[in-house]
């Protein structure tokens, strides 16, 4: 196993962090520094971050309906809830894929497998991400073909990858892409204001009748199909 897949099995974080750990001198085997990307540390090797061992653990992915009003990280600054005190205290090295804003609720995955988290975060992979977008007034579909080609958000351009309607005001977006608050800001974009935002797929797994709040853990079958995506 390489060095950064050793890494983020030890629950430090995905892949990409887990280079930059190495790359800066932060990473030692058998107490010398390893800048080397191609190591594979052996089962008898002291492996150490910033001096403490770490182990390689177990992998462990879990689907948690995110609700409304906690932030998708460990800690905040402004003392706001985060999603790490919706689990249980075994849970606590686990990183989540990706992020939900605090507003925004339904399907976040936390794991501390750093393959399946560069899979279903890096732009070449092209997971599609559902969502329920509910408006303030009535949706116009002449507006569609201009998220389609999308809008441009801090030098990007952000596209919808498909949209349709499920009422005048209801609509199921789906994103390939994974820019900050990308649906509430392109349809601020065309004059409208999100009410209410509902992540309910990632790749083929879909948040189902899972209620706000909890969690489960993912089935290999589950496992099997996002790696497959």
């Known amino acids: 196993m390489r060095l950064n897949r050793f890494l983020a099995a ?16 932060r990473v030692t085997i058998n107490g010398r520094i390893c800048t080397n990307f191609s190591a594979q540390p052996g089962a008898r090797d002291h492996v150490k971050v910033d001096g403490r061992l770490v182990r390689a653990a177990p992998t462990l992915t879990i689907m948690l309906h995110k609700p ?42 936390l794991t501390n497998d750093g393959d399946l988290a560069q899979r279903l975060t890096h732009p070449r992979y092209k997971i599609d991400k559902e969502y329920e977008v509910t408006l303030d007034r009535l949706w116009d579909p002449a507006l569609a073909p201009k998220l389609l080609r999308g809008i441009f958000l801090d030098g990007k351009r952000a596209r919808i990858a498909r949209l349709h309607s499920v009422s005048p005001t209801r609509l199921r977006v789906v994103l390939q892409q994974g820019i900050n608050r990308q649906i509430r800001r392109v349809f601020e974009a065309v004059g409208y204001r999100v009410k209410h935002l509902l992540r309910v797929r990632v790749g083929n797994l879909r948040l189902a009748d899972l209620p706000r709040g909890h969690w489960r853990m ?10 497959k995506e």
């Open 10 to 25: 030890a629950s430090l974080g995905s892949r990409r962090h887990c280079d930059e750990l190495i790359a800066t001198g």
């Open 68 to 109: 409304a009003g906690f932030v998708s990280t460990r800690k905040d600054n402004h003392a706001r809830d985060t999603v790490f005190d919706l689990l249980p205290q075994k849970f606590s090295r686990l990183f989540n894929i990706g992020r939900l804003d605090a507003q925004t609720e339904g399907l976040l995955l």
């Open 218 to 227: 993912l089935t290999k079958r589950e496992l099997t199909s996002l790696t």
